[in-house]
């Protein structure tokens, strides 16, 4: 069974950066070949989609609050994905979580639906201060 644990959370002023990391485990395939993703959720809010990567083309896909600032990437030798995160913003402040799904991939997930992704990690909390 997949199994994803991520890292790199911490607190910072607006306008620093952070590298996110995610590292899986229990691929049944190259995890090039999986559909993989960034989600948040801030305190009272549902959880949205970040960015994700899909398929073994890597095609990348962004939320537009995000777009420009943030980018995301894997390393297929390590079995790890990455955010990394830059010009943030006070808003960015959430709990993030990776998330996976054997291919194939699909438009849902490109449209970042989280009901498509079945792994997730138990998150990493992201502060950005004012």
């Known amino acids: 069974e997949v199994q994803l644990v991520e890292s790199g959370g911490g607190s910072v002023q607006a306008g620093g950066s952070l590298r996110l990391s995610c590292a899986a485990s229990g691929y049944t395939y190259s995890i090039s070949r999986y559909c993989m993703g960034w989600f948040r959720q801030a305190p009272g809010k549902e959880r949205e989609g970040v960015a994700g990567i899909i398929s073994s083309t890597s095609t990348t896909v962004y939320a537009d609050s995000v777009q420009g600032r943030f980018t995301i990437s894997r390393d297929n030798a390590k079995n790890t994905l990455y955010l990394q995160m830059n010009s943030l913003k006070p808003e960015d402040t959430a709990m993030y979580y990776c998330?996976?799904?054997?291919?194939?991939?699909?438009?849902?997930?490109?449209?970042?639906?989280?009901?498509?992704?079945?792994?997730w990690g138990q998150g990493t909390q992201v502060t950005v201060s004012s």
């Open positions: 998330a996976a799904d054997s291919p194939p991939c699909g438009r849902a997930h490109r449209s970042l639906d989280m009901g498509v992704f079945p792994y």
